[in-house]
């Protein structure tokens, strides 16, 4: 008896499609073939941005990432910034002063100094 498959590649139709092959009782819904693997349901992405081209690169991310993913309405999307600044020195007075009231101004969650 000749192999399943077309007869010129000498796959079955279950491996010549890449596909695992389907044990009986196990078929999708319609039992009709394989069922599809489960769709992804979040993202989570990190990235480093310059503070030199942070306004730009925060422009694009916005404009190339975070439109994307906000483009279906069922999803609910959370977009938070971090920043981490490090002054060997210590940071002067006015910058603190000024950094401490523009993040209180602009509801920053979090804004310490140490």
Excluded: C
Aim: charged letters at 25%.
């Amino acid at each position: 008896m000749p192999p399943e498959g077309d007869g010129k590649s000498g796959a079955t139709p279950a491996t010549a499609t890449g596909a695992p092959p389907v044990e009986p009782g196990k078929a999708g819904k319609s039992g009709s073939g394989p069922v599809a693997p489960p769709k992804p349901k979040s993202f989570h992405g990190t990235v480093e941005v310059p503070a030199e081209t942070a306004k730009a690169r925060l422009v694009t991310i916005a404009d190339e990432v975070i439109k994307l993913l906000a483009s279906d309405p069922n999803a609910t999307i959370r977009v938070t910034l971090e920043i981490a600044a490090e002054y060997p020195s210590g940071a002067s007075d006015t910058i603190r002063r000024g950094v401490s009231e523009n993040a209180g101004q602009l509801g920053f969650k979090t804004k310490d100094w140490e």
